[in-house]
């Protein structure tokens, strides 16, 4: 990420706890300024009292995708620039595909690509004419991976993942980076049972699903990750120049999804003449444009 000697400027969504909050914290303690989002504003008072005018508390819902503008440009009004937009704000579910409603799965889909993509389409031009700036996506191993009764969960996650994919290609000619994160389990009240979302439950699906639920529930407050030091990572990440597009974070993380990526290899390579064969016979390979 390009910067200057002026103080950097954060927007991050979902501030108000979890891996949110000690983005902020971190931030704020290196005398930086943050712009921190919540669906209740009240929950940053703590934050307030602290770090006082270098703090400044928006209440929004990350599914109103039209209020993204609005804190933007609040944004730009009160700091007059903006660095690093962190989009955060988010909730897991856990439901077989049978359970989860068409509403519960929208749910997902709008908090974890419709409101990152709203606050993205407003921050880029500002970022644009600065030619530098970060977009930090936090996605989740759940993000390259899935497995029963996280499925809308990974939806969102997976369809943020491929579109910030695209976008990396697009910005960076602006020398705007890109940090696609996918954290294991962390310490936060992702888990606890008045955030995480459950669906009805039906008992058809207890024997496919029934330990996923427990084991969703009982890794409340016992979590490996620290968000403290997961904030100093991805602070470290966006002032790494050979920094990857995607970070998982947490050694659960690293373990899965290493798993998952040479179990994909051994599979594209065990039916890859299968799969040739559905080609025309004779056709040279595709020319693309990327």
């Known amino acids: 990420m390009t910067t200057t000697h002026e103080t950097k400027t954060w927007i991050i969504t979902g501030a108000s706890s979890g891996l949110g909050l000690a983005l902020a914290e971190a931030a704020l303690e290196a005398g930086e300024q943050v712009v921190g989002t919540a669906r209740r504003a009240d929950r940053f008072d703590g934050l307030k009292a602290r770090y006082g005018d270098r703090f400044l508390a928006v209440e929004h819902d990350v599914r109103d995708t039209a209020g993204a503008a609005v804190v933007v440009q609040r944004a730009l009004e009160v700091f007059g620039r903006v660095d690093v937009l962190v989009n955060n704000a988010g909730a897991g579910q856990v439901g077989a595909a049978e359970e989860i409603t068409d509403a519960a799965l929208r749910a997902m889909l709008e908090q974890h690509l419709f409101g990152p993509a709203a606050y993205v389409r407003a921050v880029l031009p500002h970022l644009r004419e600065r030619r530098s700036g970060a977009i930090v996506q936090m996605s989740s191993q759940g993000g390259r991976m899935s497995f029963p009764a996280v499925g ?69 407050g016992i979590q490996e990750g620290d968000p403290a030091r997961a904030a100093r990572v991805i602070r470290d990440m966006l002032d790494t120049p050979d920094a990857p597009l995607r970070l998982p974070l947490g050694a659960e993380a690293v373990r899965n999804l290493t798993r998952v990526y040479r179990d994909a290899l051994d599979d594209v390579e065990k039916w890859a003449s299968v799969s040739e064969s559905a080609d025309f016979p004779g056709m040279p390979p595709a020319a693309r444009a990327f």
């Open 152 to 220: 809308s969960y990974s939806a969102g996650k997976f369809a943020l993942e491929g579109w910030s994919e695209a976008l990396a290609g697009e910005v960076a000619p602006f020398g705007i980076r890109v940090l696609i994160v996918e954290p294991s389990r962390f310490r936060t009240a992702f888990n606890a049972a008045d955030v995480l979302n459950t669906a009805r439950q039906s008992s058809i699906y207890d024997e496919a699903i029934g330990a996923v639920r427990a084991n969703m529930a009982e890794a409340d």
